[in-house]
């Protein structure tokens, strides 16, 4: 029954999410703007972390298993792709350089600021 409050949780916030992206047309995903919400309800404590612990560590335990419906749809439309798989490729590495070089620079910062902190 714990489970089920969990995720339960998690799914009101993304049903209220995806609502609030339907009614006021912010352009960006519900999905986004959920994670935005349990963030700030993680924040101020109107969501205690033990009360989606055990739900959300099953889902990022098992990540790897949601990436094979997007595997799936892209193998099956190879033939769209075959043609510019080279410029794919370049996105594909660049961006993740990218994602790397930020997210290394934001842990370097945010490392000299809690040591200024102390």
Do not use: C
């Not at 999410?17 to 309800?41: A, D, H, R």
């Not at 972390?49 to 094979?68: A, P, Q, S």
């Amino acid at each position: 029954m714990k489970y089920l409050r969990e995720l339960l949780i998690i799914f009101g916030i993304l049903f209220v999410s995806n609502l609030i992206q339907s009614l006021t047309g912010i352009p960006m995903p519900g999905t986004v703007l959920g994670m935005i919400l349990l963030l700030v309800l993680l924040l101020t404590g109107i969501v205690k972390l033990e009360m989606i612990e055990n739900v959300t560590k099953f889902l990022l335990d098992h990540l790897t298993f949601f990436f094979i419906p997007g595997g799936v749809a892209l193998i099956s439309q190879l033939d769209l792709i075959k043609d510019e798989w080279l410029s794919l490729l370049i996105v594909i590495v660049a961006a993740a350089v990218l994602v790397i070089a930020v997210t290394g620079l934001t842990v370097q910062a945010l490392k000299k600021v809690k040591e200024g902190a102390k």
